[in-house]
């Protein structure tokens, strides 16, 4: 029992964080507060509450949101796969200038106030480049594999909700560093990077689509 908590409690950050990426993030997450290491942390910070919330909402009622709506979860794989292959084919066609990156240098003023900063939060860097729509569908597919069995759905949210919590501990860890990492990397190893975690994005949206697709049919998936 104890080996298949551990699993599960694994399987959350494993399924969520190739998708999430947040390294594609840390640009946009480093030029949104320049310098200023202050600034940096509790963006960080605020960025991953969002981002808990997010996860777990989705994971504790996105099933029943979806039941109330008459959607089912094959659907939502195929369309939450859809969008995950668009955004890993549009990140590795992009060119540098990224149109969110753009937006960023366009509406940032000399001098945020942390205020500012705080309430830059949500968009773009919570929503839609780290929790996005196929984060949000593989959150909804992980609350969906929950038994229903009262004590066995108790201890399997708790245990997911730990693996957003780790999940999220990630997502702060890479944003709150994002400046040393992108000087580490420099401009090579961070185009690098980003084309190469587009390229699994995309392997990873085309293998939820299937999975959607063979649930309909009736198909075993592998």
Same mark, same amino acid.
């Given at each position: ?5 551990l ?6 950050p ?5 998708i999430m %990426?947040?390294l594609?993030a ?5 030029? /949104? ?5 202050t #600034?940096?942390?509790?963006? #960080?910070?605020?960025?991953a509450i969002?981002? &808990?919330?997010?996860?777990? $909402?989705?994971? !504790?009622v996105?099933?029943?949101v979806?039941?109330l709506f008459?959607? *089912?979860?094959?659907? @939502?794989r195929? $369309?939450?796969g859809l969008?995950?292959?668009?955004s890993?084919?549009r990140?590795?066609?992009? %060119? ?9 240098k366009?509406?940032?003023p *000399?001098g945020?106030s942390?205020a500012?900063?705080? =309430? =830059? *939060?949500f968009f ?6 780290t /929790? $996005?729509p196929?984060?949000?569908a ?6 969906a594999?929950l038994? =229903?069995?009262?004590?066995l759905?108790?201890?399997?949210a708790?245990v997911? @909700?730990?693996?957003a919590t780790?999940t999220v501990?990630?997502?702060?860890? @890479?944003?709150?560093h *994002? #400046?040393?990492?992108?000087?580490? !990397?420099?401009?090579?190893g961070t185009? @690098?990077?980003? =084309? ?7 392997c990873?949206?085309i293998?939820i689509?299937w999975?959607? &697709? ?9």
């Open positions: 029992m104890v080996v298949d908590l699993h599960s409690l694994a399987l959350v494993l399924t969520l964080l190739p %990426n947040p594609s840390a640009p946009v997450f480093s030029m /949104t507060v320049g310098n200023d290491t #600034a940096a942390r509790q963006l #960080a910070r605020q960025v969002n981002c &808990w919330f997010v996860l777990v $909402g989705s994971m !504790l996105g099933t029943y979806l039941s008459g959607i *089912s979860l094959p659907i @939502v195929i $369309g939450g969008l995950v292959a668009a890993g084919w990140m590795l066609d992009r %060119n540098d200038d990224d149109e969110v990156q753009a937006a960023v366009r509406s940032q *000399s945020w942390h500012e900063v705080m =309430r =830059r *939060s773009p860097i919570t929503f839609p480049l /929790t $996005g196929g984060a949000i593989a959150a909804i597919a992980i609350g594999g038994p =229903r069995q009262l004590e759905y108790l201890s399997g708790f997911a @909700v730990l693996g780790v501990g990630v997502v702060y860890l @890479v944003h709150r *994002s #400046a040393t990492l992108m000087r580490r !990397l420099g401009e090579v185009l @690098v990077m980003t =084309r190469l975690m587009a390229f699994i994005l995309l990873i949206g293998e689509i999975t959607g &697709w063979a649930e309909l049919n009736g198909i075993p998936p592998h």
